[in-house]
């Protein structure tokens, strides 16, 4: 029978003596921009679509460990009252000076809580954050249904979860570590990791993909315990990870790194393979392509909690009638070459150039396409599908 509170503590224990993320405190606002904490993005991404208000915003942050990722959320989402929670008080010190010398700390509350117990909170959220914590829990079922308890009708949730196949090097030093070091002591376990990848063959393959792929994520003690010393991981395949939502009842609205999930990415050159691939069922893709890549090492989503309002672009009378506003999510405006939301390079037309410049203000698309005669409603719907505008309903 599994031992929930002795693993509570275990994992208090670790992120006591290493904090996580290890990320140094920098005053002012954090650098660069991540959508997936930027509620509007994220609403956008998974509905296809923005209200015109937002009303009251209240985030939670449910695992927020040194504050990253709340810092970010705060400043991305500027009226919002973001609440981060954690187990462990010496991250939650971190975070505060961390949201203190950013300039947010008065929109930002951090308590010493399990996941598990947010309905003390006695809060309903529009967004929650939950990233890199579920896998962590003795029982994440139980973590993601008390999450689900607390998310608002319509609301939207992002969660980070690692994926077995993609890490079979990692848990097999997990496991020569803890046969060789008793668990507990951390600082040690870390410095029995660092010994065998350090004298173990060269051409070992453990020591090969940890060179290739993890060494430079693991400079810092605090990375490689998190990945090496843990005294807690359940990792998920897309079957079990699609039976952790159902159980949760909240909706699949989509991964947030849609391009990985691209058939086209592995099967291109195969099309009459691609042509079936594409004739599966949706989870029976995702299936395929987990067994295809063996470098897939975590799955990142968005869950929603029904009403879920979804508007996939496609209705040109009611795009006719939304309001178009350009992404704020694009570096490089108002010129020509962008980065877009998701640091990818775009090349504008002249045409779609014009027609990101006209969207701003309360103009509808029609109004925005009579003023750009050259333009198209299609052009405008491809602006959307490829989120460098948004369409406010």
């Not at 994220?42 to 208000?53: N, S």
Request: hydrophobic share 40%; charged share 20%.
């Amino acid at each position: 029978m599994t031992d929930t509170n002795a693993i509570t503590q275990a994992v208090q224990n670790l992120y006591n003596v290493y904090p996580f993320p290890p990320e140094p405190l920098t005053d002012g606002a954090p650098p660069g921009y991540n959508w997936r904490w930027c509620v509007p993005a994220a609403h956008h991404f998974a509905l296809g679509w923005v209200p015109h208000a937002w009303g009251e915003l209240n985030i939670l942050d449910a695992g927020c460990g040194t504050g990253v990722g709340t810092d970010y959320l705060a400043h991305l989402n500027p009226t919002a009252q973001v609440t981060g929670i954690d187990l462990s008080p010496a991250a939650l010190g971190i975070a505060q000076e961390r949201v203190a010398r950013s300039g947010v700390a008065h929109r930002v509350t951090l308590q010493q809580l399990s996941l598990t117990d947010v309905p003390q909170l006695s809060q309903q959220y529009q967004y929650i954050n939950c990233v890199g914590v579920l896998h962590h829990l003795p029982d994440p079922k139980a973590g993601l249904r008390a999450l689900a308890g607390v998310l608002a009708p319509g609301g939207l949730m992002h969660i980070f979860v690692y994926a077995l196949w993609g890490r079979w090097e990692i848990r097999r030093m997990q496991k020569a570590i803890a046969c060789l070091q008793p668990p507990g002591d951390y600082p040690a376990g870390v410095a029995m990791g660092r010994r065998l990848f350090a004298h173990l063959p060269a051409d070992n393959r453990l020591v090969r993909r940890e060179r290739e792929r993890w060494a430079l994520d693991n400079i810092q003690d605090a990375t490689f315990a998190d990945m090496y010393v843990h005294p807690q991981e359940i990792d998920y395949t897309v079957q079990t990870l699609f039976e952790l939502i159902a159980d949760s009842g909240l909706a699949f609205l989509g991964f947030s790194n849609p391009r990985y999930w691209r058939l086209e990415r592995l099967l291109a050159p195969l099309p009459e393979l691609l042509q079936t691939a594409q004739g599966l069922p949706q989870q029976q893709q995702y299936e395929l392509m987990e067994a295809l890549d063996p470098e897939l090492s975590h799955f990142e989503l968005f869950l929603g909690r029904q009403p879920l309002a979804h508007f996939d672009g496609s209705e040109a009378t009611l795009v006719q009638q939304a309001t178009p506003v350009r992404s704020p999510c694009l570096m490089g405006w108002p010129g020509r070459s962008l980065l877009d939301y998701d640091y990818q390079a775009v090349d504008l037309t002249p045409v779609e150039q014009e027609l990101l410049a006209r969207c701003e203000g309360d103009l509808r698309v029609n109004e925005v396409l009579a003023q750009v005669p050259s333009a198209t409603l299609e052009q405008v719907q491809d602006l959307q599908k490829r989120q460098l505008i948004w369409l406010k309903r």
